[in-house]
């Protein structure tokens, strides 16, 4: 669904300016907008990032779509949410296309224009700086909302660094959900040292029980280890997310009925670390 009209004054502008808004990178950074900032008919979500580490503002279900796959690839090493553009930079390219910059309401102030993800990534040939605007395709039917997005785009372009507009038809939306599923209960740090007791066996265990389910393969591994009811299917689920086990992830269902033949243990002691 839509979000609901919100708006920035250049007296909260400011505010956010000092606070620190729109600044830093990786766990330093502040988003310009966060979920209490804007109003949304929709859903809005608070994600713990895997490649920053800290908490992201996403404000709608799509935005944490696209979110969950950037934040999923390896080559990713930054995340910026709710970015803010240049207001000098965007004044002038709404006045060079004849378009109205948006502006606050009732003040009729400048209003500073953000761009929903900023991707920063490894690429072949060093970093890479990828832009992102989510929309709903009713969005894309407006006249207006085409204006703001020429106005992004120029900005982008000016700066050489690739924009895209992504819609839900563009998600792969089986292996969101199973990012989603598997990275719940991921933990950067790890889990707790009494947790990870069992995992070297836990792993071994995978392989020579292929016809069981992910629950009951968990559920026995609880009583094995007389871990609270629950433990091990949160382990089995960090262990996905930290790709200590890996599966399918474009085409199977992840989730707790699927069998543990479908898994794949990589090599336990090159990921220790990381478990």
Request: hydrophobic share 40%.
């Amino acid at each position: 669904m839509a979000r609901r009209r919100y708006t920035i004054d250049a007296k909260r502008a400011a505010k956010f300016v000092k606070e620190g808004r729109g600044q830093g990178h990786g766990s330093t950074y502040k988003p310009w907008l966060t979920i209490q900032d804007v109003p949304s008919q929709g859903r809005s979500h608070r994600l713990l990032g895997m490649c920053t580490g800290r908490i992201h503002h996403l404000l709608s279900d799509i935005e944490r779509d696209l979110f969950l796959l950037l934040d999923w690839q390896s080559s990713s090493v930054d995340l910026r949410e709710q970015f803010p553009l240049n207001l000098d930079s965007t004044q002038d390219i709404a006045d060079r296309l004849n378009i109205r910059h948006p502006r606050a309401v009732p003040s009729a102030d400048l209003m500073v224009m953000t761009t929903d993800l900023v991707l920063d990534r490894r690429g072949t040939n060093g970093m890479e700086t990828r832009a992102y605007a989510v929309k709903t395709s009713e969005d894309l039917e407006n006249p207006r909302t085409l204006q703001k997005l020429e106005i992004e785009w120029r900005y982008w372009q000016e700066r050489r660094t690739p924009w895209t507009v992504v819609t839900r038809s563009e998600l792969p939306q089986q292996l969101i959900d199973n990012i989603a599923w598997a990275r719940h209960f991921f933990r950067p740090d790890g889990l707790e040292s009494w947790l990870l007791v069992p995992v070297p066996v836990f792993l071994d265990e995978i392989a020579t029980l292929p016809k069981v389910s992910i629950d009951r393969f968990c559920s026995a591994m609880d009583q094995r280890f007389s871990l609270p009811r629950g433990s091990s299917l949160l382990l089995m689920r960090h262990l996905l997310a930290a790709r200590t086990i890996t599966c399918d992830m474009e085409h199977v269902v992840l989730n707790a009925k699927l069998l543990v033949s479908a898994l794949t243990v990589e090599q336990y002691d090159q990921l220790r670390s990381r478990a």
